[in-house]
């Protein structure tokens, strides 16, 4: 730290003598009018000889991320988002203030040129500045190898500096909000109306999640942090809105992991007069569309693995999975000591309270989820899985629904949803029996919603799709906090 503080001192003088120059070292505006990139893709080929010719003027702005003294020249990259482009400032082109100014730059301020490009002797396409404008300046130093960053709490606590130092993960956020933009683009095009729905909520609902408790003075309740916005959207179903969509903050309160972070963002929509069918035909296109439109291939790789997005994708029944990747006959999972018992020897630790549903979910999770690579929809969950869900007609134990496993991970949740009120009622009040057992994640009655079925809800599907584990997919990262700009860490123990 003593480095950092000199460090410090030595640019607390050169700001001192900035302002002695009459030059304010925290600017007001820059009217850029160039991008590097734009600079680098429209002339960045083009031989020396044609620049000279063309004499292309630019005014561009940006970070000093590289700086080399030669006398009375120097060169200096600008970071510009995600893009470089070396700028040389020759004092003799600059003026006694421009040259003054130059004296006192370091790596990590900000600066706004104007000038034209060229070619330097070593062929370099850069900037000769003629106007040197000083816009920001840092106090503290850009890390000792600014250029790749590799301290990984450091790059997710100081969220700023790694955009700084690894470009690459620049351009994974750039592509984060080209995938939410189409995203709405396609929902929109299909007809879908937008709606944004309450954040705080008197009775946290839509998945089996322990919700973050808050309190409103004002109205002295305990109000939760939204788990999902499923029953609200539901609502509106019910209101007369044929079709709606919601990108969303979710906020469970459970543990950190690869593909976990507390917040995090969430895509659900809702189709009247649709089955969960419809869903994974909209799903297959969704998907295959956003590829294409982000990535201009529906032929993507994931940590190693190749993986196509184009459809048809496979079904496979949920049970049917299971038997089929452990070899297993229908009966070793029929009963609840059969199911344990085949648990057992397969190696899984099972809760010894767990009925016959949620030790077939353990083998589920640990044999089948990760051997599903190539995009599958996992379809005919049991109802006790999904107490939202409804029933299929031809065997009322299981349910008109799907998850989509892409990459090893659940990606996707739809179902055709449960519109009976007197089903959904009785769901309700075994999932608060479940609750009252000690189970945390079991789902609340919720009285208004109930009475919101009993004004009719139509026939209905409804999806829910991670936004932050599609980015990851489409992104080829392998942990949630590498999309998520400020995940959430330990607190950090204060400087010294």
Not at 5 to 26: E, F, H, S, T
Not at 44 to 55: F, I, R, T, Y
Not at 91 to 115: A, F, N, Y
Not at 423 to 450: I, K, V
Request: with cysteine; aromatic share 10%; charged share 25%.
């Amino acid at each position: 730290m003593d480095e950092l503080n000199d460090q410090r001192q030595q640019r607390i003088k050169k700001l001192d003598r900035l302002r002695a120059l009459g030059v304010a070292p925290y600017g007001t505006k820059f009217a850029w009018k160039d991008r590097a990139g734009v600079l680098i893709r429209q002339h960045g080929s083009k031989p020396k000889e044609q620049l000279e010719q063309e004499q292309v003027a630019c005014t561009l702005a940006g970070r000093i991320v590289g700086l080399r003294r030669f006398g009375k020249a120097a060169f200096a990259v600008l970071q510009d988002g995600a893009d470089r482009l070396q700028v040389y400032l020759k004092k003799d082109l600059l003026g006694e203030q421009g040259s003054r100014i130059s004296e006192e730059l370091d790596l990590g301020d900000w600066i706004g040129v104007e000038g034209v490009l060229f070619r330097t002797k070593t062929n370099e396409f850069t900037v000769e500045v003629r106007q040197l404008t000083f816009l920001s300046k840092a106090l503290r130093p850009l890390p000792e190898k600014w250029h790749g960053l590799t301290d990984v709490e450091t790059r997710y606590r100081q969220r700023y500096v790694d955009l700084i130092a690894n470009p690459d993960v620049h351009a994974i956020f750039v592509t984060r909000s080209r995938i939410i933009g189409a995203i709405r683009n396609f929902l929109v095009g299909k007809g879908f109306l937008e709606v944004e729905t309450p954040m705080m909520q008197p009775i946290p609902g839509g998945a089996a999640a322990r919700p973050f408790v808050t309190h409103h003075n004002a109205l002295g309740v305990d109000l939760y942090l939204r788990i999902a916005p499923e029953l609200y959207l539901k609502r509106l179903i019910v209101g007369g809105f044929p079709r709606v969509f919601e990108i969303n903050r979710n906020f469970r309160n459970e543990g950190i992991s690869t593909i976990h972070n507390p917040e995090f963002t969430m895509l659900e929509f809702y189709v009247a007069y649709a089955d969960y069918q419809d869903l994974i035909l909209l799903t297959e296109e969704l998907f295959a569309y956003l590829a294409s439109e982000v990535l201009g291939t529906t032929e993507i790789e994931y940590q190693g693995h190749k993986i196509n997005l184009a459809g048809p994708w496979r079904r496979w029944s949920y049970h049917q999975a299971v038997l089929e990747v452990n070899h297993l006959p229908p009966e070793s999972i029929a009963t609840e000591q059969t199911a344990r018992d085949t648990a057992q020897r397969l190696g899984l630790s099972v809760d010894p309270k767990a009925t016959l549903p949620f030790i077939v979910n353990e083998i589920f999770e640990e044999t089948v989820e990760p051997k599903l690579i190539q995009p599958t929809f996992i379809t005919d969950y049991p109802i006790e899985l999904s107490p939202l869900a409804r029933r299929k007609d031809h065997d009322p134990s299981l349910t008109d629904r799907f998850e989509l496993y892409i990459a090893g991970r659940e990606i996707a949740n739809a179902f055709s949803e449960l519109n009976d009120p007197l089903d959904q009622r009785q769901r309700f009040e075994q999932q608060t029996a479940q609750r009252d057992a000690g189970d945390e994640e079991a789902h609340y009655l919720d009285e208004d919603f109930l009475r919101a079925l009993e004004y009719a809800m139509p026939p209905t599907a409804g999806e829910g799709i991670g936004i932050d584990r599609l980015v990851m997919l489409l992104t080829n990262q392998a942990s949630i906090r590498d999309v998520i700009l400020f995940p959430q860490l330990r607190p950090e123990k204060p400087e010294k």
